[in-house]
């Protein structure tokens, strides 16, 4: 005889802050795809935008290696929210921690299309220890 369990539902159902900020981080790597195309791509180029943009050089080819890392970062910042949801973190101090790190990548982006290659690590460090904050603000 299998004994049925029934749980509670998750307290927190509503859209929050931090899911918002969830869309805005799998924005921002398009931004900095349409940020390296910018008023460059050439008559038919969208035919093989991966080799145009491939073939690019500064600004452009930062913008495009941001957005790969903003990729990259991804499934770790939808992760800890959402484990952070899942174990009951305080919402104040989630939504306050995921717009920390949606500010940190808008920097990120900035520094890198920037050249400042030193900055730009101190911030994705820093992004790096907001999410790990993030993951743990639910143990309890």
Not at 36 to 47: E, Q, S
Not at 63 to 91: C, K, R, S, T
Request: charged share 10%; glycine share 8%.
């Amino acid at each position: 005889n299998a004994q049925r369990t029934t749980e509670a539902p998750m307290s927190n159902t509503s859209f929050t802050l931090a899911y918002g900020c969830v869309l805005v981080a799998a924005l921002l790597p398009m931004f900095c795809a349409l940020l390296a195309k910018a008023g460059a791509m050439p008559r038919g180029g969208n035919r093989d935008p991966r080799a145009w943009l491939a073939a690019q050089s500064g600004w452009r080819a930062r913008a495009n290696a941001a957005q790969a890392n903003g990729f990259e970062g991804l499934p770790f910042f939808i992760g800890a929210v959402i484990i952070a949801h899942q174990l009951g973190a305080p919402q104040a101090r989630l939504d306050l921690l995921a717009c920390a790190f949606i500010v940190l990548r808008l920097a990120y982006i900035a520094l890198y299309v920037s050249d400042k290659a030193m900055a730009r690590s101190l911030v994705w460090g820093l992004g790096l220890a907001v999410n790990i904050a993030i993951l743990l603000l639910g143990w309890r």
